[in-house]
């Protein structure tokens, strides 16, 4: 019997690893690809699992691909792609805490407004209109409050890992504007994990569900403080420093422990993720650093398996019809509610014109997260297939114009400051 077993595991383990193999090949040849087109890679490895499968389905039949991806493969390539999302994002947080972007008070607070509160406000009216318009293809069957507070969070969100990679690839990573942008979206995304969680909560169409993942949350904060306090105890801080290895894979077994917890519960697993990689205490060894950082690229190698997967449940089905200008009015309002917003929130800060246009750029840099907090709307049948699509291109389109628009904005200041005459030494205005 248990030799029967183990050939049922193996039976079930290779064509697991051809298809993660396939998929990871893929993935990363589309990502290397957007990176010699000046794009992070995040955007073709997206690209690949919304539009591969569906491609090789038109090409090669249904069938075919069916047959390679089996729901029993398909279900563990899932599990892979979460196993590797929740590592990701628990170091990138990690790393964030350990080289925080420096707050500055009250303007940095008028720029969180500014990036959240229209698009918040911008979300909610949209999901308002689509909820009175009646398209079920936009509008779903979900709740109205939960409807809402999701669609309002993927309008308010930035890509914190994305914007990241955006900062280094630029050397702007511990510019002004950098530091500024990488504080703000830190602050806006830990408010949109939580926003996620209730909305998730309240998709049960009942309080107590509501109000359960409203305590299960403070509950999960609490815990993580109590876990930051105990790491930073004598004992944690000594095997930290002679075993930095050691302590990583231990806080990738809890990183996986909190999202177990966290999905358990019925909230994505990506907030326990999180909050683990916030309560870790900053590093104290470069031993530990690369220790942490190899974790973080195991994360980020398997996550385009993420991508991949979501894309072939997505588009399993045929997509309903949508209206063009439905579809019109959600991607300006999700673009316009963030952009003006941030614009505004540094006018008010006071910062000078180029600061504000490179921050209202970067800021609506949504990319890698508002992907993932999409695809948890989807998996909770919140948002349907057609907005999914809407709300992923305005993602993929924003982030891919970043770059871009960030170079024609140092264009114009370099032509402003050589069309600018020398002022006079002496001469004080």
């Not at 309240?202 to 815990?223: C, G, K, P, Q």
Request: aromatic share 6%; hydrophobic share 55%; charged share 10%.
């Amino acid at each position: 019997m248990s030799t029967r077993m183990l050939w049922q595991s193996l039976a079930q383990a290779v064509p697991t690893l051809v298809a993660a193999a396939v998929v990871l090949t893929v993935a990363h040849a589309t990502g290397r690809a957007a990176r010699l087109l000046h794009q992070p890679m995040v955007i073709g490895e997206v690209a690949a699992g919304l539009f591969f499968v569906p491609l090789m389905n038109t090409l090669v039949g249904g069938d075919a691909v069916a047959g390679f991806l089996p729901p029993g493969v398909l279900g563990a390539l899932g599990f892979v792609g979460e196993v590797g999302l929740v590592m990701f994002l628990a170091t990138v947080a990690h790393e964030i805490r350990c080289h925080p972007a420096g707050l500055r008070g009250r303007s940095v607070a008028w720029v969180v407004a500014g990036t959240s509160v229209p698009a918040l406000v911008s979300g909610a009216l949209v999901a308002s209109w689509l909820s009175w318009q009646g398209s079920p293809a936009l509008r779903g069957s979900a709740p109205d409050l939960a409807f809402a507070l999701l669609l309002a969070d993927a309008f308010m969100i930035t890509a914190v890992p994305v914007l990241a990679r955006l900062l280094e690839d630029r050397a702007m990573a511990r510019s002004s504007v950098g530091s500024v942008a990488m504080t703000a979206a830190l602050i806006v995304d830990v408010v949109g994990w939580f926003l996620l969680a209730l909305a998730i909560g309240w998709a049960a169409n009942d309080m107590r569900d509501s109000a359960h993942a409203a305590v299960v949350v403070v509950i999960m904060l609490a815990t993580a403080g109590a876990l930051h306090c105990g790491l930073r105890s004598g004992p944690a801080q000594r095997l930290r420093a002679e075993r930095p290895a050691g302590f990583a894979v231990g806080f990738g077994c809890l990183v996986l422990t909190a999202a177990a917890v966290s999905e358990h519960y019925r909230l994505t697993g990506v907030l326990g993720a999180l909050l683990v990689g916030l309560a870790l205490p900053s590093a104290e060894t470069p031993r530990h650093d690369r220790a942490m950082r190899s974790m973080g690229r195991i994360g980020r190698f398997l996550v385009p398996v993420y991508f991949m997967t979501t894309g072939i449940y997505l588009l399993a089905k045929p997509l309903s019809a949508v209206s063009w200008t439905a579809v019109a009015v959600v991607a300006a309002l999700a673009v316009v509610g963030k952009t003006a917003g941030t614009y505004a929130g540094a006018w008010i800060a006071g910062y000078p014109r180029a600061f504000r246009l490179r921050l209202t750029v970067l800021m609506n840099s949504r990319g890698l997260t508002e992907l993932v907090l999409l695809q948890v709307g989807y998996t909770a049948s919140i948002v349907p297939a057609p907005l999914f699509l809407v709300l992923a291109a305005v993602a993929l389109v924003s982030t891919m114009a970043t770059g871009p628009l960030l170079t024609v904005i140092d264009g114009c200041e370099a032509r402003g400051r050589q069309a600018t005459p020398p002022r006079p030494k002496g001469r004080r205005q």
